[in-house]
């Protein structure tokens, strides 16, 4: 097989897989009915992929983990963590991250 074949096939393969996981939903609607422990599960998905996003932008970098008080996107991670556990204001914790990581630039 070429490898413009597989290509094209593969891309193929991907696409109708994609359409048919999110068409059942559509198709089946209320009559699919999920048990319990999935849907409980299915719960955690949306902080479970927020956190695959997040963290490697926290902790890597150039391919490394830094977790050391040089890595300022760490620190101004738990700043803004901080503020948002005390003041349970999404706006006051991404200024605040935002501020500490721009602190920290420009005068560390």
């Given amino acids: 097989m070429s ?3 597989a290509t094209w096939l593969a891309i ?4 109708v897989g994609s359409f048919v996981t999110r068409a059942s939903f559509v198709v089946f609607g209320a009559r699919l009915k999920l048990p ?3 849907e409980r599960a299915l719960r955690f998905a949306p902080a479970a992929v927020l956190g695959a996003i997040v ?3 926290l902790l890597l970098h150039d391919g490394r ?3 050391g008080p040089g890595n300022y996107r760490l620190v101004a991670a738990l700043v ?3 503020v948002m556990w005390r003041t349970r204001s999404m706006i006051g914790a991404i200024a605040a991250g935002m ?5 920290m630039r420009l005068y560390a």
């Avoid at 501020?99 to 602190?103: E, H, I, N, P, V």
């Fill in 12 to 15: 193929a393969l991907v696409t």
């Fill in 36 to 38: 319990p422990l999935v």
């Fill in 55 to 57: 963290v490697p932008a």
């Fill in 80 to 82: 803004a963590s901080l």
């Fill in 65 to 67: 983990a830094e977790l």
């Fill in 99 to 103: 501020a500490a990581l721009t602190l």
């Fill in 3 to 5: 490898d413009d074949l």
